[in-house]
């Protein structure tokens, strides 16, 4: 579960940093207060709320699995100005035992385990305060 207060400097903070999730699928329902954003084309794209729908991440996972077919979307969330915003984010992921291998050849990404890239994501944000991701195990 996801809250973003409301908060007076909205337009110098995020409620959420552009990132891609580290997971293979990530399923979000999403309130109706708006904020989160979709980085397309060269612009951030706004992702309208709908009651009906729920909005499915690929993540980098799914990116190194499909040797690039298809892209982890950078996406980020405005912090509210006046009322809470709440989301549920659902990530859907391996075991850390799994090892992530495209059957696509020549592929693209070196063989990883989820271990590894869960802790690779750490040491980069650590000594670079950013997450680098899947472009680390690229050939
Ligand atoms: O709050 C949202 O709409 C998105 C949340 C999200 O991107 C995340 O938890 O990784
Ligand atoms: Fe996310």
Known sequence: MNRYPPCPFSSEVFGLVPHT??????????????????????RWINVKPNP?????????LFQALSNDVYKSIKHRVLAPQQVERLSLAFFYCPTYETVIKSCIKPSMYREFTFREFMMQIQ???KAT???????????
Do not use: H, P, Y
Not at 28 to 38: F, K, P, T, W
Not at 52 to 60: F, T
């Open 123 to 125: 040491r980069d944000l």
């Open 129 to 139: 305060g950013d997450k680098v991701g899947v472009s680390r195990f690229l050939l």
């Open 52 to 60: 009906e729908a729920l909005v499915i991440n690929i993540g980098d």
């Open 21 to 42: 999730d580290s997971s293979f699928l990530t399923v979000v329902n999403q309130d109706q207060i708006g904020g989160l954003q979709l980085w397309k084309n060269g």
